[in-house]
Structures are given as structure tokens and as C-alpha cells.
């Protein structure tokens, strides 16, 4: 791997003036690879511009499966078709389009093909909405075992376009993190595996926590903890972490994949000791991450406020969960992946990151000059939204009722509608 550059500008959507032509070697046999060739001295052309597009349709496909689990949520319909409603379709495809465009543009890589994207965002969304469906509506074993598939093949897809893509790249910098997403993938494939057999099966305990595991940690965690160190530069238009070299941050990645294997085979064993240690490596693991983000600095609060902030929540909670988790702060006796401070994970971690994450893509993938690109930011600018996101949180965790759904209202409600103006001026 050549050597990353933590000082790059980290906003910038072009690599940096003086990026090392021809870093990659071509060689025969593939478009992918002839690319660098093609592109050396400054990457692909309009690959920034094509791979904005291909984002900007997966995140519009994202927010359609949150605007569904919003639904499902009002609907009564139960927390199993929300939650994957909005993990497994609306969270993943989120990560779907922004690893990709992350991976173009830090990479100074070629975009993939729309063809690819296309039938990789379709195989994800697809396999999400019918295992969804599927399973809550009883539409047999066949239905549910077939999205499975499509599901896996899509995250499998986007394994390999990650990967071509920053080997056809003119940096390398983004590798660790794609070393990440690959890891991501690998997890989310035993997970959906494992899940897939529940659903067909019947849900045995230690199976069910290491789904969870797998699928909450490895898929989604990993992607996580492969992209802040990274985005948070990006969302506070700062440079990286100086410390944030590539070996640190593979050593990053793979203290929190040990972490994971130990607590999954701790779970799928039934073994409390092995489950404590892993989610306490993985806890080391989400320190390691935070230590490789940026420091947010007087400048970068003034400019990138809540959706900084919320990175910097979201990976408190993180970690938080984790370690309570890891002491046995789960429902059930000995060390579970149930209850309160799971759900505190998806919500107060992962979907403030997203929030976070959303509230400067949305802006930046809807294009347009400088002020146009300011009137984005002002306008997902939502210190309220920040508050309510944590004060859900807590909430949940104190299993006040109430307090949630208010909380989770005014997020969602003050979210709804700035995204609805970002989008409406498209
Ligand atoms: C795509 C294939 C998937 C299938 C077939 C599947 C199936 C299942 C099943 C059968 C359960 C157990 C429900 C029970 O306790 O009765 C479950 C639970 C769960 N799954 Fe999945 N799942 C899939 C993907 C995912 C993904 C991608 C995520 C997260 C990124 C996820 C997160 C969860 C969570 C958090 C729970 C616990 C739900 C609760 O406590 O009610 N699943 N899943």
C-alpha cells in the first residue's frame, strides 16, 4: 500500500494537487485496471460528477426505506420490520453509495459503471424489502431463503466494486478504509447467513445474538469505524489526524474485527466469558477510532456545528453501548444482544452518525455554486435535532416511554422537513 497523506485537504472532492500519477500498476486484462493508465496524471475524468449521480439516486432509495420504517414505527407493525427496514435497507444502502463515492473521490478513481451500481443498489434493496416482507408477512421460506441471496449478492457486489475501484484509483489512500468495508461485508454475509436460518429455522438464542452481533458490529460498525477517521475530516472540512496513517488505522480495523469473532463465537458458543471479551476488544477498537478523527477545533464547530457533533455523539454512544453491553447490561441473565442499549445502538450511534453523515452529503450531492452549496448547509444545520437525537438516547436507556417518542417525533419530524426542503430545490 503507498503511503496515505493524513495531511490532505479532506474536503476536498479532487485529490490534492501533486497526487501520485500511475501509484497503481496496470496491468492487462481489465477495464478497471486500464483505467489508471487512461487517467494517471489527475484521475478519471468526471468520475466525481458520475459517481454524485450514482450516490444521489442509492441515497434517494435509502430514504425511501426510512421514510418505511418511519411508517412501520406509526403503523404498529413491530419493531423486527422497522428495525430491518431500516438497517438492513435503508442503513446498508446508505453505505452502499457512500463507501462507493468515498472510494472514488479519495481515491481519485474511476466511478463504476452504472450498470454495476444499478444492480448492485437493486439486489440490496430488493433482497431487504422481501426479506422484510417475507418474513413479517408469512409469505413462506422460499420468499425469504431467495432476498436472502439477492441480499448477500449485493453486498457481496459491493465488496468487489470497492475493492476494483481503489485498485484502479491514482491514491491509495483510502484503502485502510476499504480493508474495513470488506471485513464489513464478510460480517454482514455470515450475519445475513445466520439470519436467513432463524427466519426459516426459528430463532435459537445464541444464533440470535450472534446475528445481531455480526450484522449491528461487523456490517454496519466496521463501515463505521473504517469511515469516521476519514468523513469526520471530510464533514469539519478539516485535514485527517495527523496519527491517522494507514498502518494505524488497519491496525484499527483489525482490533476491531478480533473483537467481533471473539464476541460472535462467544455468543454462538453460549459462552458469557468470550462474548464480554470480545465486545470489551471491540470497545478498545471504537477508542482507537475516535482517536484517529480529527480534533474538532473553534473553526470547524463554527462551520460544520451539529453534524460534527453528531459524528462525535454517535461514537460515544458506540462505545458506550458496547461496553454495557459487554458488562451485561442486556435483557436476559449473563452477557445478551437484547434489549435497551441495543436499541440505544441503532439509534443514538449508528442513526446519529447517518444524520450526521446525511446532513452534509445531502447538500454536497445536491451540487450547485458556493452559495447554493451554503443555503444546503444552513438549512440541515439542526442543533434541535442534535439534541432530540441524544436526548432519545438517554431516554431509552432510562426506559422512559414517553420521553422517547417524543424525542424520536422531533428528530424525525425536523429531519423530515429539511431534507424535504434540500430535496424540493434539487
Ligand atoms: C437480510 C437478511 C436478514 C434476515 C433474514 C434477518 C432475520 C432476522 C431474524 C429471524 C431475527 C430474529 C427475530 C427474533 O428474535 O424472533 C433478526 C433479528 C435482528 N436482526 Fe436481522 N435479518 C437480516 C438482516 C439483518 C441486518 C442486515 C441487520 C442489521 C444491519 C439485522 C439486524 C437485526 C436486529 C437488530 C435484530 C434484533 C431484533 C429485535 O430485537 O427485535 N438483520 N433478524
Not at 421514510?67 to 435503508?90: C, I, P, S
Not at 436472502?148 to 453486498?155: K, N, S
Not at 451485561?328 to 434489549?339: E, L, R
Amino acid at each position: 500500500m503507498s503511503e496515505a497523506r493524513p495531511s490532505d485537504d479532506a474536503g476536498a472532492a479532487e485529490p490534492p494537487p501533486g497526487a501520485t500519477a500511475g501509484a497503481t500498476p496496470a496491468l492487462p486484462g481489465s477495464r478497471w485496471r486500464r483505467a489508471p493508465r487512461r487517467f494517471a496524471a489527475r484521475g478519471a475524468a468526471n468520475r466525481v460528477r458520475r459517481s454524485h449521480a450514482q450516490t444521489r439516486v442509492t441515497v434517494r432509495m435509502a430514504l425511501v426505506f426510512l421514510l418505511a420504517a418511519g411508517a412501520a414505527v406509526l403503523a404498529g407493525e413491530g419493531t423486527w420490520l422497522a428495525l430491518h427496514l431500516l438497517l438492513a435497507g435503508g442503513v446498508v444502502l446508505a453505505i452502499s453509495g457512500v463507501s462507493l463515492m468515498l472510494a472514488v473521490t479519495w481515491s481519485a478513481a474511476p466511478a463504476p459503471a452504472d450498470g454495476w451500481a444499478w444492480a448492485q443498489r437493486l439486489l440490496v434493496a430488493a433482497g431487504a424489502a422481501g426479506v422484510a416482507a417475507g418474513r413479517h408477512w408469512d409469505l413462506g421460506d422460499a420468499v425469504v431463503a431467495g432476498a436472502g441471496a439477492a441480499y448477500a449478492a449485493g453486498l457481496a457486489t459491493l465488496a468487489v466494486l470497492l475493492v476494483v475501484t481503489v485498485r484502479a484509483g491514482v491514491e491509495r489512500r483510502f484503502d485502510a478504509a476499504v480493508a474495513a468495508y470488506v471485513g464489513a461485508v464478510a460480517a454482514g454475509l455470515g450475519g445475513v447467513a445466520v439470519g436467513v436460518h432463524l427466519a426459516v429455522d426459528g430463532a435459537v438464542l445464541g444464533l440470535r445474538h450472534a446475528h445481531v452481533t455480526l450484522n449491528l458490529l461487523g456490517l454496519v460498525g466496521l463501515v463505521v469505524g473504517g469511515t469516521l477517521p476519514y468523513f469526520a475530516a471530510t464533514v469539519g472540512r478539516s485535514r485527517m489526524a495527523a496519527h491517522a496513517t494507514p498502518r494505524r488505522l488497519v491496525a484499527t480495523d483489525a482490533v476491531l474485527a478480533v473483537g467481533l469473532v471473539l464476541a460472535v463465537a462467544g455468543f454462538a458458543w453460549a459462552h458469557d466469558g468470550l462474548a464480554t471479551a470480545g465486545l470489551l476488544a471491540y470497545a478498545l477498537g471504537i477508542l482507537a477510532v475516535a482517536s484517529a478523527m480529527p480534533r474538532p477545533s473553534e473553526r470547524t464547530l463554527r462551520w460544520a456545528g451539529p453534524r460534527l457533533l453528531g459524528l462525535w455523539a454517535g461514537a460515544a454512544w458506540w462505545a458506550t453501548a458496547v461496553v454495557a453491553l459487554a458488562l451485561g447490561a442486556g435483557d436476559g441473565p449473563g452477557v445478551t444482544m437484547i434489549g435497551p442499549w441495543v436499541t440505544a445502538l441503532v439509534v443514538a450511534a449508528y442513526l446519529q452518525v447517518l444524520w450526521g453523515s446525511l446532513a452534509y452529503l445531502l447538500p454536497m450531492l445536491r451540487g450547485g455554486g458556493h452559495e447554493r452549496l451554503s443555503a444546503g448547509f444552513a438549512t440541515t444545520r439542526s442543533w434541535l435535532a442534535l439534541v432530540a437525537a441524544n436526548v432519545a438516547g438517554v431516554a431509552l436507556v432510562l426506559d422512559a416511554e414517553a420521553l422517547v417518542a417524543g424525542a424520536l417525533a422531533i428528530w424525525g419530524l425536523d429531519t423530515a422537513v429539511r431534507t424535504g426542503l434540500v430535496l424540493r430545490r434539487a
